[in-house]
């Protein structure tokens, strides 16, 4: 009996670093935002939860991989926008190549391209 894959992915443990950063490079933006970019860009089976994302942001502040400043947002409301360092764009390099890896050895596991015993 087969089962209905989930709606949605659980996070892999170290990856919403990885999604923050990556959703940071294409410029500034405050938390909701982050959390939709990558809803959106997942296709919806990703979600970022707000328990998570702020920790996630604190520590990558406390990282110097992002930093937040105050603004104004498009509806008039104060936020905090968090942007990439150029410390947080060498982190972004170095954990694409490390997921790249990642995903390269699980592909390798799942699909071997010799005819298993």
């Known amino acids: 009996m087969s089962q209905k894959p989930p709606s949605r992915v659980d996070l892999l443990q170290g990856t919403l ?13 405050h938390g909701h935002a982050i959390a939709k970019h990558i809803q959106h860009t997942s296709e919806e089976l990703l979600q970022v939860e707000t328990g998570s994302l702020y920790p996630a942001l604190h520590r990558l502040e406390a990282q110097g991989w992002i930093a937040a400043s105050w603004d104004l947002s498009d509806k008039g409301k104060r936020a905090r926008y968090y ?35």
């Open 17 to 29: 670093d990885l999604l923050i950063l990556r959703t940071l490079r294409a410029g500034p933006a």
């Open 83 to 117: 942007r990439l360092t150029p410390a947080g764009r060498k982190q972004l390099a170095a954990e694409q190549v490390r997921w790249n890896t990642f995903s390269r050895a699980m592909g390798l596991v799942l699909n071997p391209t010799d005819q298993e015993a």
